[in-house]
């Protein structure tokens, strides 16, 4: 009953079930789906997290380049899901429109990403790891319109 809970939960959100549309057309880079999605790439690579903890999507990396795909099915639901996508969501006008946007993005052998874009490593690499500077850390600024605390400086001790 998990799993089904966690595919479930991995479907309940517009973005997803597009980003899933596009990949029953076959195997895309991160930045063709930012370009048919009109989206930056923060917001659909958080979503493609969601889809591979849910099991949802495959991925292989090719270079600097990270290219999805659609798995296996692993289980009779999951391969109901996916031949629910191939079918229901191809007559919405949203999904119609995505498709139509795939003709326009660059094949995978021209190396899309080329142009000075860059997708980043998956946040389960080491080297997806954000580092803060000492600064961020210690002295975080407040939220807007919280006034911060006064900053008290202690004296030294005579000696």
């Known amino acids: 009953m ?10 309940s959100d517009e973005t997803r079930l597009r980003i899933l549309a596009l990949l029953t057309h076959g195997e895309l880079c991160v930045c063709q789906i930012e ?12 979503h493609l997290m969601a889809l591979r903890h849910a099991g949802l999507v495959s991925w292989c990396r090719d270079g600097t380049w990270i290219h999805y795909s659609l798995p296996e099915p692993k ?5 109901r ?6 079918t229901c969501l191809q007559e919405d006008p949203q999904v119609q429109a ?3 946007r795939i003709a326009e993005c660059p094949p995978l052998a021209a190396k899309c990403c080329e142009d000075g ?4 490593p998956p946040p389960s690499s080491p080297k997806a790891v954000t580092r ?5 850390t210690t002295n975080p ?9 006064p900053r008290v400086r202690l004296r030294s001790s005579p000696g």
Not at 2 to 11: D, G, I, M, N, R
Not at 81 to 86: A, M, N, S, T, V
Request: hydrophobic residues 35%; charged residues 30%.
């Open 2 to 11: 998990k799993e089904a809970v966690t595919l479930f939960s991995a479907l």
């Open 35 to 46: 370009d048919i999605l009109r989206m930056p790439q923060s917001k659909v690579s958080r």
């Open 132 to 136: 803060r500077s000492p600064r961020e």
């Open 141 to 149: 600024s407040p939220a807007p319109g919280v006034a911060r605390a």
């Open 98 to 100: 995505d498709v139509k």
């Open 117 to 120: 874009q860059e997708t980043p």
């Open 75 to 79: 289980d009779d639901l999951q391969a």
């Open 81 to 86: 899901l996916i031949d629910c996508l191939r």
